[in-house]
């Protein structure tokens, strides 16, 4: 019925969706001025019956966000938010108990991963849900869940999909690889699915494993590739990734560089995603690879550290729109994370420019559109986590926007320090922050 729900209102969207040329000039003529772009936060809360959501991309034309809700028992469905609506399309999914939506397109076209309910042959645990059951790259159309192809092995992961219905993931080889720590027992490689049809793309020289995580209106690839490595829950890969990558739409491979560091061991160095000019947002480690940091790659500066928030000590950049806006999350050095947005070669801190009186304090930002909205995950006053829709709009009189002296305990300000043990517990075990963000793990 949900479905059904969501299909009935596209028209409406689509129609809604013919003012956004519109807003895209005001907002670019605000921009241009210097003036700070401010936003109305719109709480989508859980899917309902769920405990914990999260999104992790937003459609550039209708705003269709797509993420996971988690259910009471534990389980992890996909699921799809519009104009306040909610789908839940990880039910019946492919059989198995856990899937979750990483993107989707304006042709209401979403991907991602699913489990069956077959356990998989080698004992692995490939999307980190805890069952070993095999997990298969999906896409999602017309109320129909259907697996993507492999590369010969039993798991694949579904990451992002553009308007022409290209898909960018990774899949398993079946080669079984000596060098993987138990469970995982086998190659895996960054692929693109056109017309259901697999492409396996190069790792960058001699890096035996890889993922590519988003994909353009061109069909340009990013991604990255590195060792195999034990699963992180934070980037949903077991790959230690020592390479960002960015891959053309013949599949020539290019190295995106790094800010210093090389080994991949504090948070890696990936792509998380790119616009439709070519601009490449992610995460690189520094020099001695203790911390890492947001960059912004273009093919005629190249690699450009964005930095932190004030304060901070590391930091990630998710995602990024046509106008070159990114946004992700600033951390400090106990890993408490901040939204961000980085425009106009400045980087603030989101929660600044919603109004002062909002009740939801913003923890990273997951996505953003060609209309400048963004999701994200926030907390409430009462620690819970929330899935957030930031739209750009003017600052109401008498409902001024929040500021950098602005203090946690204030009234409708918040930090992640007032999260319950059960949320922050998912904030820092089971939240992949963005796409595929990444952060410190909290000492236990």
């Known amino acids: ?27 670019a003529k605000q921009l241009q001025a210097g003036q700070p772009q401010h936003y109305i936060i719109t709480d989508l809360g859980t899917l309902k019956g769920a405990t914990f959501s999260q999104p992790f991309s937003i459609n550039n034309i209708v705003g269709l966000v797509s993420g996971s809700g988690t259910l009471p028992d534990g389980t992890m469905h996909a699921v799809l938010w519009l104009q306040g609506l909610e789908a839940d399309i990880g039910a019946p999914g492919l059989g198995g108990p856990n899937s979750i939506a990483f993107g989707d397109n304006n042709k209401f076209q979403a991907v991602g991963e699913a489990e069956t309910s077959a356990l998989d042959t080698n004992g692995e645990d490939f999307c980190g849900f805890g069952t070993h059951l095999t997990c298969r790259p999906f896409l999602w159309e017309q109320g129909v869940m259907s697996p993507l192809p492999t590369l010969g092995g039993n798991n694949g992961v579904a990451n992002m999909i553009n308007y022409l219905g290209e898909v960018a993931g990774f899949a ?21 699915w056109e017309n259901g049809v697999i492409r396996q793309l190069p790792t960058f020289e001699a890096d035996p494993d890889g993922a590519a995580l988003g994909i353009n209106g061109s069909g340009q690839v990013v991604g990255a590739s590195g060792t195999c490595a034990a699963f992180n829950p934070n980037t949903g890969l077991n790959l230690l990734p020592s ?3 960015l891959w053309d739409y013949k599949g020539k491979v290019t190295d995106l560089g790094n800010l210093g560091g090389k080994t991949g061991q504090a948070g890696g ?17 520094l020099s001695g690879d203790t911390t890492f940091h947001a960059f912004l790659w273009t093919k005629a500066k190249g690699m450009q550290d964005l930095g ?25 050095a106990s890993g408490n994370p901040r939204a961000f ?8 801190d989101l929660n600044t420019l919603i109004p002062a009186d909002s009740p939801l304090y913003l923890l990273l930002a997951c996505g953003i559109n060609s209309r400048g909205q963004i999701v994200g995950l926030a907390a409430t006053a009462a620690g819970e986590l929330h899935t957030y829709l930031a739209t750009p709009g003017p600052s109401e009189a008498g409902n001024e926007v929040g500021s950098e002296t602005a203090k946690p305990g204030s009234p409708g300000v918040t930090d992640s320090s007032v999260l319950s043990d059960d949320a922050r517990d998912a904030l820092q075990q089971r939240v992949r922050f963005g796409q595929f963000g990444t952060r410190p793990t909290r000492p236990r």
């Open 243 to 245: 390479h960002a990558l």
């Open 1 to 27: 019925m949900k479905s059904r729900t969501l299909t009935l209102i596209i028209a409406v969207t689509l129609l809604a969706a013919l003012a956004m040329p519109i807003r895209i000039v005001a907002q």
């Open 341 to 348: 947005l980085w425009q106009n070669s400045e980087m603030t």
């Open 308 to 332: 932190t928030l004030s304060g901070d000590v590391g930091s990630v950049g998710v995602a990024i729109n046509d106008a070159g806006e990114v946004v992700g999350e600033s951390l400090d």
């Open 172 to 192: 398993e080889t079946g080669t079984p690889d000596a060098t993987c720590p138990a469970p995982q027992a086998v190659h895996f490689s960054p692929v693109v």
């Open 269 to 285: 160095n990936l792509a998380f995603d790119l616009n439709n000019r070519g601009q490449v947002v992610g995460i690189s480690d």
